[in-house]
């Protein structure tokens, strides 16, 4: 900022340059992006329904008192919590191990890595309806390869509440795994070659190398592509809602997907502000942390 | 002679371990792509199986035919071509509008520091946001603009979540580029203006091409809001994809057919700019 | 010859540690100056401001007379080469060499011609259809150079022109500069690290150290009559040596040495009668030779090491706690921790503050 | 003990050779130098050694150990690195310590072993700071310290001096020196900076192409370079080579220089080449600018100067921009372009074959 605050007429000229760049997109993020947050940060303190013509009707913050007290809220907190609680850990560790078979290149690694990628691209709601093919109970290849591997009796995954949630970790893991897979080849690649040569000339083993040298130089990247993680699970609906629709009953629904019902289902308007209102304050922390996280790297 | 001869046991002892090391990681290797990639081939397989296949079980995991059935009724029958052709019209003009503001917004704060860290924070606070909560305001709002059901209402409402996402990644490119440049051309001569337009914005083509086709793709794979916002006279790919797995009978092989056609540009970004697909999904916090 | 560029007091308050203070100092016309200081030092701040890319908090610039602090850097008629080149990527060698002249809409003919006839002059004429990606480093030096040189600026700043050469070509470009600034006869200001270049290219030589200029005057001056430690040691490779003592009196041109455990003294000294605590002696390593007895004025020491350097040797040498380098011929032979003596030349030695670093005998003319 | 010997090394990349079947000896306590320019082989040779980068062929022992099959950590090596190489996510005490911490020494031991390595080589004050807070030269003290806080046969030291500003690398280059020399230290040393390997090593091995061009000591390398390569090389300013045509006539010798004829006997050379053309090496000190008129003397003008403190270096003009360096201490002030006649000193004249390249012996 201080470089703008000019007092000579080059530095005005500099600023008013500046500024006039920036305008036009400023004016479109202003008015599409922030003028409805301030409109749903309004509608949250209403009553208010487009299912029937009754006047809105002011109540405070009632609305988040009503929401945070909703078991469904707590529910749809829940799952999303599991999601981010199992599939995380687990994509981390799938994904260092896939990072650490590939961090040495050889012929065509860079096809392989980027065929590993495809998923993470694929259009979320196909990859949720793929899911729904390969998981069907009776003509879907996952039963039938159980069947044959290990001897599982064929399984009807997507009615059963713990299975369905079982569903949706396989989708997410199957999906993000590559992500996590390249941010970590991103990070191993960023270790200097010669650390590791001083680490065999200082004589220590392979996994000793592994231990005391390149998991503690990842740290920042686990710390990245965790907190990005959790950010893509926050935004998780298409998918969802194609394969499991929150469904059976609410067993697998996700706060976003909550959201969703109850804005176009039920139409509540009040209450859905308030759910994203919420979500919104939860997104802000986290932004705050990834800009921290960010701008510490570029000092260093 | 004799310490020699250890030696080269030795020698072909270690040989032999890398060997076997270096197997077992290109089995494991082959087995992890085998199992991330099934599914896309799952899709790709489906789209050419002949109707009864589907219900095969054991599943048909090769076909005995290669059909192009699915793809012909996909397009005739399911209101395919329609979809294809509004993802495109809807993609394609976000990605124009988004690029032609976005670019100058990017300039002004990765070189002038436009808004400081508040503006960035602003901007990666809405890139953060679920697509979601800002359904129902601008819900309300495009009814009572009467503009629900349009081309202008998806494209505009797709600004939302690509916008700050363009503005972050252009803006990251900008500050890739040294501030000597314009130094140089201002020395030379030139007004801030011509040193952007002669020098800077050349250097940036690669970068916002990539943003460009970031965009494209994500407008392209939008679903909610273009379950929300639009009815009939809009239909992009992914409506008419949810529409054939919503009826009584789900039409698996059009589907698989259409949905083949969906994850293509997808795929094509993920094998040819690799090195950006990174930088994008980490909103720029690892430079690939 | 008037005074061409003209810099009054000026101050940049800046991010910490880039900032300048106070820096005043003028260049006739055609001169070559050099601003010589560690990284840091202010240096390449001074250009900016020059250059107008950094707007000053207070001071003035003159230029031929007239005030240009409040011109746009386009309207200043600077010119300017950068350390890190800033070559346009996206344009031929040919193109960045003429880019000034197309912001001043010249004919193509015209443009041709000078850029061909100034490539020639740095030695980048056989590469002017290709990309700056596809040259050397020293091609990309030589080209931002051209770049600067080939308009008809008031004043040319160069900025570590050469700082990223190998020492050879780093060697052989200084002499260029030379004949370069003779042909041309311009004004030039040169920013430098390297003492070398000061000494070898300068009429005047300005010494910068943390945003302040601390001595201004013709090189051999700047190399012979330092005027603080600062300056002693930034100029001259091995640097000057300093050697610290608790007390000193000079008497009748006899300089009397304290330290910590041992007294010397050195007769035929040229400094006025005078008594200082915490002084430090300085001498330069060529002007002092090493002798296995101690006789008339010299100072006891150990080796600390030693290393044949070509056909010379340089001794480090311990003094309490003071590591001084001596150069000798190859035939002195002297073991690791050995005592020896230095034999310190009256004529060349300085008297220093140990606390403020002032060079006791420096007087501002 | 400390003894390095390469018996016929090779090392192959595909079908580069980047080592071309060298042999070499170290001593034990000798400080050897590998000079040469980037790609000559001299890092590869060095890694060999450590065990980074296998043995093509050839055999490398240590100690009269056979060491082409052992692992890096088993060689009695030690290293320090261009870059440092520091554990960034570990402060300066652990990263010195890393060595002995591999080996599960006791906690006590090595904390009284890393405060003495600290304390020789001056960096104390820093034990539990991070590398990224150090300047370049406590960095490298730092990479310095983990290399010899374990006993080792051969300490391996990799262009440790090159990223350093210019006092930290003369304090740094004499401290090694004196630490190698007081400890008795097996030490070889890879640079490409000529100043360094003539200050600090017993012997150097000056490479090119993968091949060695001459071992000696300092001197040698310096008074009698091998061949034409080793001249340029070795020396800053480098040597002047001057191409030399004979004619004899009423049985006198007379050198052509630059299309100027010159009395052997009068230039006082007691000895040149039976050969019509070859190559005259003189060192920039070794010409003295003659008062004019003097016979014998060589006249060119002067193309540029620098005066450089103690001395000025000058170079000389002698037609065809055929180019000499000289350095003197004058007092006067030259001119570009004034005439100026040279004198070589006729002992350090140096004669090279044409062809060969190599140094004609008498």
Known sequence: MSKLQGNTAIQRSEHRFAIITALPGLIALIVLVAGPLLYMFFNSLFIKTLAAPIPPQFNWFGNYGKVLSDSRFWNAFKNTMIIMGVGIPVQAFLGLTIALLLSKPFPGSRVIVAMFLIPVMITPIVSGFQWKIILNQRFGPMNYLLGILIGMEPKSWLAEPFLAMVSILIMDTWQWTPFVTVVLLAGLSAIPKQVYEASSVDGSTMWGTLWRVTLPLLKPMFTLVVLLRIIFIFKIFDPVYILTGGGPGISTETLSLLTYITGFKNFNVGITSTLAVVQLIAMVIIAKLFMKLVMGRKER | MNREMLNRDELARKKRIKMILSIIRFLLIGIFLLIFMFPVYWIAIGAFKVEGEFYNFPPVFWPSQFSFENFERAFTMFNGTKGLVDSLIVAGANTVIVICFGVLLAYSMGRFKTGGDNLSFFVISLLFAPPVISAIPLFMIFRTLSMLDTYRVLYLSYILFNMPFGVWIMKGFFEDIPPGIEHAALLDGYSRWQAFRKYVLPLAVPGIAVTALFVFIFSWNEFLFALIFTRSSVETLTITLSGMIGGHQIHWGELSALSLVAILPGIILTLFFQKYLVRGLTFGAVKG | MSEYLEIRNITKEYTPGKGINDVSFSCTEGSFTVILGPSGAGKTTTLSVLAGFLQTTSGDIVMNGHSIRNLKTRERNVSMAFEDYALYPTHSIFENIASPLRARKMDNETISKKVKAIAQLVGIDEHLEKFPSQVSGGQKQRTGLARCLVRDADVYLLDEPIAHLDAKLRHRMRGEFKRIHKELGKTMVYVSHDYREALALADMVIVMNKGSIVQIGPPEEVFSQPKNTFVATLLGDPPMNLVQFDHITVKNGTLSLIGKDFESSVKGCRFPDMKADGVSLGFRDFTVELVAKAGKNTIPGSVYVFEPIEDQIIFTISIAENRVRVRTPRNIKFDLNEEVHIKLNPETIHLFDNRSGDNLEYREE | ?362
């Open chain 4, 1 to 362: 003990m400390g003894q390095v010997k390469l018996d016929k090394v090779w090392k192959l990349y595909g079908n580069f050779e980047a080592v071309k079947g060298i042999s070499l000896e170290i001593h034990d306590g000798e400080f050897v130098s590998l000079l040469g320019p980037s790609g000559c082989g001299k890092t590869s040779t060095l890694r060999m050694v450590a065990g980074l980068e296998e043995i093509s062929r050839g055999e490398a022992y240590i100690d009269g150990v056979l060491i082409n099959n052992l692992d890096p950590g088993n060689r009695h090596v030690a290293m320090a690195y261009e870059s440092y190489a520091l554990y960034p996510h570990l402060n300066v005490f652990e990263n010195i310590a890393y060595p002995l911490r591999v080996r599960k020494v006791p906690n006590a031991e090595i904390k009284s072993r890393v405060e003495e390595i600290c304390d020789s080589l001056g960096i104390s004050q820093y034990l539990t700071d991070f590398p990224s807070a150090l300047s370049g030269g406590a960095q490298q003290r730092t990479g310095l310290a983990r290399a010899l806080i374990r006993p080792a046969s051969v300490y391996l030291l990799d262009e440790v001096l090159s990223h350093l500003d210019a006092t930290e690398r003369t304090m740094l280059r004499a401290e090694i020196r004196r630490i190698q020399k007081l400890m008795d230290l097996t030490a070889l040393f890879v640079t490409h900076d000529q100043l360094e390997a003539l200050a600090m090593s017993d012997r150097i091995i000056v490479m090119n192409d993968g091949e060695i061009q001459q071992i000696g000591t300092p001197e040698e390398i310096y008074d009698t370079p091998a061949n034409l390569f080793v001249a340029e090389f070795v020396g800053e300013p480098p040597m002047n080579i001057i191409r030399i045509q004979r004619k004899t006539e009423d049985r006198k010798n007379y050198l052509i220089v630059a299309g100027q004829k010159l009395d052997t006997a009068k230039l006082g050379l007691q000895w040149i080449p039976d050969l019509d053309n070859f190559f005259l090496g003189i060192r920039p000190k070794n010409i003295n600018r003659s008062n004019n008129g003097i016979d014998g003397g060589i006249s060119g003008q002067v193309h540029t100067y620098e005066m450089l403190g103690d001395h000025t270096l000058c170079s000389i003009d002698l037609g065809n921009n055929d180019l000499v360096f000289l350095i003197d201490t004058f007092d006067t002030q030259l001119d570009l372009d004034q005439p100026i006649t040279i004198s070589l000193t006729p002992e350090n004249v140096l004669f090279y074959d044409m062809n060969s390249s190599e140094l004609l012996h008498r």
